[in-house]
């Protein structure tokens, strides 16, 4: 999808056209607080990459948020901060369902989108560790018929460097899903509607964000375990993190509470409700369900490679360019401006789960909605407006243009 940074997809669910989402924006009555009681104040040599949170700031940031919501027209958010010694800011704003008025709330699951990705690479990663694949190896040896097959590594494709055509952005699959939001999708379809199209460029030249990529690890995973996807993720990689709210789903299944999605990204090119379509089409990409609290907790043990080994989380953090001074792409992960993670848009949802080293700090962000901006992804906004505040000299994404992916 075309947004800010890096979501999914965008031939029908990116971020190019600057459809505005008619909905209340957030008022003193529309939004549920639960700003925990902020640290007494820090000492004059105590770290000041991370603001502290105190009642002052916390106005400010819901000033910011509030602000955000008016000009996005966000229906809801939901945002969390947390840093060690500096406090936490949790809150809620606007609504989950439009048509009854229900208000966001911190316990709502929402679909994740390309966040999906820390998921699907970090399984992959672990089979590094096992000994059972290698970075290096091409995906040839395991899945016949790639273009450029033979070239392409698995670590090029982890780090959108493979030059394959991404096949969210060809028409014919745009038409397929757009008409037809529950059609069940297999891997094999995603990637015949990529390799009817030429390869972008040589393996390794340049990064390109390509949904593509994320197919054939997926499959690799299946291959190398002998067990769908879906199980190596929630048993893998779930479990192990601890997390009890989130899930690789197997099929349009979307555990309650929920929150309703709401997206532009449809035939009409009216908005419409997308809660229940069907995320077979993201797959390894993007089809991953979570909550606030667990995306918290995935933050820290994604960014400081919990599941892994240190010299695998260590490659995995070997950002390359990514067109904006500072920024990079690792291995299904990103450093923005000091931010490490990832953020996601599905039809009717983005998120934004980022992990702040130098502060030991975590925000998460929350929207049911993937409604573009002028050109811009919603959750890049939000993280922008809050970041201005909390980390000034990490702001996210900073001041410099935006990345367009799918």
Known sequence: MKATLIPLRRACVAATAATLLLAPAATASAYRSTTAPAPAAPSPSADTTFAQLTPAVAAKLDAAIRRTMTETKVPGVIVGLWAPGK??????????????GAPMRTDLNVRIGSETKTFTVTALLQLVDQGKIG??????????????????????????????????EDPAFDKALTSDPDHVFTPKQLLDYSFKHPVNFAPDARFEYSNTNLILLGLVIEKITGRPLAEVVNQDVIERAGLHHTLFPTGAEFPAPHAQGYTNQTASGKIENSTNWDPSWAWAAGAVISDLQDLRSWAKTV?????????????????????IPGDGYGLGIFD??????????????ETLTVYLPEAKATMVILLNTDVTVNGQEPSTLFGTAITSIVTPAHVYPGKKPAVHGR
Do not use: C
């Open 87 to 100: 406090g936490s800011y949790v809150k809620t704003f606007g609504v989950a369902d439009k048509a009854t």
């Open 135 to 168: 970075l290096d190896d091409p995906i040839g040896t395991y899945i016949a018929g790639v273009p450029n097959g033979d070239r392409i590594t698995l670590r090029e494709l982890a780090g959108m460097r493979s030059g394959l055509f991404n096949y969210s």
């Open 303 to 323: 960014a400081t490679g919990t599941l892994l080994t240190p010299a695998t989380q260590a490659q995995r953090l070997m950002t390359k360019p990514i067109g």
């Open 336 to 349: 923005i401006q000091g931010w490490i993670g990832h953020n996601g848009s599905l039809p009717g949802y």
